[in-house]
């Protein structure tokens, strides 16, 4: 069957280091793959999208990568601060055109 | 320019009730998706529309349906209310219709909703 896994349900990150956070699927061939943040109580907010053809992509201190191979997305955050303390999300196309999204990974940044 | 805007932000109802969201989307975004958010299930996708007509579906019961008008806004209702559809219902806007392409979507800050 088809699953999204993200890889711990909570993260706990020193200040200034580097948050990695993995997202794994199974039996999805996906064009692309996105990374969303969501505040307690807020919609998700989109951070950085992937394609299939491209290995890694970067947006100021976030980098995403894509192994097709694998079928695993890393998400980093390099130089984290308290304010980068959120849950954040992947999301694929299923194959079918709906996107579906992992349970997401809670990220805590302690200062 | 403005965000997407959804309505109410908050809502109680009791079993056997029946509720209609609804979802503004960003100005100039024609494509608009709904969303269930619960803790033990995640993000589930409950349909899409595209120029007024609903283009794809999750799973869900016929209970949950929408529709969307020729200003692109949208409107989800939940007829006969169950504890399980407690949940935060969230809304989603995109420039144009999810296969064409880079699709980033906009949400909405969501709409709790209790049912008792």
């Known amino acids: 069957s088809q699953k999204i896994e993200q890889n711990s349900e909570a993260l706990n990150i020193q200040e200034g280091k580097t948050a990695t956070l993995t997202c794994n699927y199974t039996?999805?061939?996906?064009?692309?793959l996105q990374w969303y943040r969501q505040d307690p109580g807020r919609g998700p907010v989109f951070l950085l999208l992937?394609?299939?053809?491209?290995k890694e992509k970067r947006k100021e201190r976030l980098k995403v990568t894509f192994d097709t191979t694998l079928k695993q997305s890393l998400f980093h955050i390099t130089a984290s601060q308290p304010a980068d303390s959120a849950t954040y999300l992947c999301?694929?196309?299923?194959?079918?055109?709906?996107?579906?999204f992992g349970t997401g990974t809670r990220l805590t940044i302690i200062p | 320019k403005a965000g997407v805007t959804q309505t109410p932000r908050y809502l109680i109802k009791t079993r056997g009730q029946q509720v209609t969201l609804s979802c503004s989307p960003i100005?100039?975004?024609?494509?608009v998706s709904w969303y269930q958010q619960t803790p033990g299930q995640g993000l589930q996708f409950l349909f899409e529309?595209?120029?007024?007509?609903?283009?794809n579906k999750g799973n869900f019961p016929g209970r949950f349906s929408g529709r969307q008008f020729s200003n692109s806004r949208s409107e989800m209702n939940v007829s006969t209310l169950e504890l399980g559809d407690s949940a935060l219902y969230l809304c989603?806007?995109?420039?144009?219709?999810?296969?064409?392409?880079?699709?980033?979507?906009?949400f909405g800050p969501g709409t709790r909703l209790t049912v008792l």
């Open positions: 989603a806007s995109s420039l144009v219709y999810r296969p064409s392409g880079h699709n980033e979507q906009f």
């Open positions: 039996n999805y061939s996906p064009a692309y």
């Open positions: 992937i394609r299939e053809n491209e």
């Open positions: 999301a694929l196309d299923g194959g079918n055109e709906k996107l579906t």
């Open positions: 100005s100039g975004h024609r494509s």
């Open positions: 529309y595209f120029s007024e007509t609903q283009r």
